[in-house]
T-cell receptor
Framework: EDQVTQSPEALRLQEGESSSLNCSYT??????LFWYRQDPGKGPEFLFT???AGEEKEKERLKATLTKKESFLHITAPKPEDSATYLC???????????FGQGTRLTINP | NAGVTQTPKFRVLKTGQSMTLLCAQD?????MYWYRQDPGMGLRLIHY???????AKGEVPDGYNVSRLKKQNFLLGLESAAPSQTSVYFC??????????????????FGAGSRLTVL
């Protein structure tokens, strides 16, 4: 069964303090690994798709990386507006559905 | 550009009552999904559809029914609501993007959610 585990559950940082969020996964053939951002009271918003180990993608202060067992979302010099819950999900080959992790709630204090 | 629209946004039901959540998308997406989100559980797939007139079960389908009579609409029904169905429900739709066209990975666009409370 495909599984996704995210850690930590919650992370509190000071503005400018860089860190990383972890997404560990087991999947029967990875078709894609996804990162989403979710603000309180809203639906998840797409950030990145990664397809194969070694791949990296960047967007502003965020960089996502992928290995065969896990993905990291690196946040460099974060700002308060980066506060949100970050969700990781995987899609297996032959499957239409995504399997989500529980998310990491990130808080950036000014 | 509306994207994915869910109605209603909030609803309170009594145990045993029935209701339907409506999801509408204006992006001509083929695939549509219903997820529920509970604290500590993440997003769990209830039912999904890969095209008009088709539906399939997800991880937690019991107590729910769905219909996709039109490509742009995906309805989620609760025939006899139970307190365990108190949750936030999200609809999503997808089609392969240019970035994912070779892999076919599904980038989901989500609605804003429908908060359902069953007393």
């Amino acid at each position: 069964e495909d599984q996704v585990t995210q850690s930590p559950e919650a992370l509190r940082l000071q503005e400018g303090e860089s860190s990383s969020l972890n997404c560990s996964y087991t999947v029967s053939g990875l078709r894609g690994l996804f990162w989403y951002r979710q603000d309180p009271g809203k639906g998840p918003e797409f950030l990145f798709t990664l397809y194969s180990a070694g791949e990296e993608k960047e967007k502003e202060r965020l960089k996502a990386t992928l290995t065969k067992k896990e993905s990291f979302l690196h946040i460099t010099a974060p700002k308060p507006e980066d506060s949100a819950t970050y969700l990781c999900a995987v899609q297996a080959w032959g499957a239409q559905k995504l399997v989500f992790g529980q998310g990491t709630r990130l808080t950036i204090n000014p | 550009n509306a994207g994915v629209t869910q109605t209603p946004k909030f609803r309170v039901l009594k145990t045993g009552q029935s209701m339907t959540l409506l999801c509408a998308q204006d992006m001509n997406h083929e695939y549509m999904y219903w997820y529920r989100q509970d604290p500590g559980m993440g997003l769990r797939l209830i039912h999904y559809s890969v095209g008009e007139g088709t539906t399939a079960k997800g991880e937690v389908p019991d107590g729910y029914n769905v219909s996709r009579l039109k490509k742009q609409n995906f309805l989620l029904g609760l025939e006899s609501a139970a307190p365990s169905q108190t949750s936030v429900y999200f609809c999503a739709s997808s089609s392969p993007t240019l970035d994912s066209i070779l892999s076919g990975a599904n980038v989901l666009t989500f609605g804003a959610g429908s908060r359902l409370t069953v007393l």
